[in-house]
């Protein structure tokens, strides 16, 4: 069945580094745009990041020149490099596909805490 199952969460220091990946099941995700969201503590859910499928990529203003999306078609799979991380980052990371002009199919998240 569609799924997609995400991975990489973690703890890491303020100025830290991680690399969250997601993985596309039983879907062909290169004609897909593909995203990553997070919501933090006592948050609304919000968009991160959007690699299109012409490997082009959008980011919220709090995470540009930190975070990277991209995507490997090949391995069906969509990561997101995060450098610089601060306390403000801690989440819980959601990858989702776009279609139907809409985010759907998500995946079960994958926590990232950030703390000295």
């Known amino acids: 069945h569609v799924h997609i199952v995400e991975s990489g969460g973690g703890a890491a220091q303020p100025g830290g580094s991680l690399t969250l990946s997601c993985i596309a099941h039983?879907?062909?995700?290169?004609?897909?745009?593909m995203g990553w969201h997070r919501r933090a503590p006592g948050k609304e859910r919000e968009w991160v990041a959007t690699?299109?499928?012409?490997?082009?990529?959008d980011y919220i203003d709090a995470v540009k020149g930190r975070f990277t999306i991209s995507r490997d078609n090949a391995k069906n799979q969509v990561l997101l490099r995060m450098d610089s991380l601060k306390p403000e980052d801690t989440a819980v990371y959601y990858c989702?596909?776009?279609?139907?002009?809409?985010?759907?199919?998500w995946g079960q998240g994958t926590q990232v805490t950030v703390s000295s």
């Open positions: 989702s596909r776009f279609s139907s002009n809409r985010w759907n199919t």
């Open positions: 039983d879907f062909n995700m290169s004609i897909w745009g």
């Open positions: 690699v299109h499928n012409d490997y082009t990529a």
